[in-house]
């Protein structure tokens, strides 16, 4: 007896919230989700980068002095995987780009509830605010203004409030931050880190 067999196939998906389920999995822990847009600064070539922790203001700032984003750049910013880092793995000066994956974007919504992100390239300055409720879908709209700059400056900064790490009673421990950014960044010369503005000195071999 001969079986008719047919032959089906189906399509890798995903729904609208897969950005949420992803955020939640990766930056669990909550130095690594600060590490990743550290990262960003490295890579846009950035000499210096800060970040400024005030828990008693329920604020956290992130800013660095790279080459910012335009509109292309904050388009990269949100999109999901696809990181135009794998197409050019070296910045401009010469730096082994570390973050490729795509998804610096998902930090914020696991780290807070809303966020201020300025980017100044050029004569252009773009501004980002979005607060995040339980209903939010991958697909909702991203506001950007725009604004024209007097003078050229260059660099990111991110604030973020309403920090979900300090409303479950999680924290964040600045010494292990400063540990991992010890061994996990690569700080040289030309690139230097700042956590509440005192430099991370990189740990030394003997």
């Known amino acids: 007896m001969t079986l008719d067999q047919t032959v089906r196939h189906v399509t890798r998906d995903h729904g609208l919230n897969l950005g949420v389920v992803m955020g ?3 930056f669990q822990d909550v130095p690594i989700g ?3 847009l550290l990262s960003n600064g490295y890579d846009a070539d950035a000499q210096r980068v800060n970040i400024t922790y005030e828990p008693e203001s329920d604020l956290a700032v992130v800013e660095d002095e790279g080459e910012g984003m335009d509109w292309l750049g904050l388009q990269n910013f949100y999109r999901m995987g696809d990181s135009v880092k794998l197409v050019n793995p070296i910045s401009p000066r010469g730096r082994s780009r570390i973050g490729k994956f795509g998804i610096a974007s998902l930090v914020l919504r696991r780290l807070s509830g809303h966020y201020v992100l300025e980017s100044f390239k050029g004569n252009e300055g773009l501004r980002v605010e979005e607060r ?4 939010d879908k991958d697909d909702k ?3 950007i203004k725009t604004r024209t700059q007097d003078k050229k400056e260059h660099g990111i900064v991110i ?3 309403r920090l979900r790490f300090l409303e479950d009673g999680r924290g964040l421990d600045l010494g292990l931050l400063k ?4 061994v996990e960044m690569p700080i ?3 690139f230097k880190l700042f956590v509440n503005e005192k430099e991370i000195i990189p740990k030394t071999i003997d």
């Open 132 to 135: 995040f409720t339980h209903e």
């Open 141 to 143: 709209p991203i506001l």
């Open 34 to 36: 600060f590490l990743e």
């Open 179 to 182: 540990n991992i950014l010890r």
């Open 159 to 161: 604030t973020i409030d």
């Open 24 to 26: 939640d999995l990766l």
């Open 188 to 190: 040289l010369p030309d």
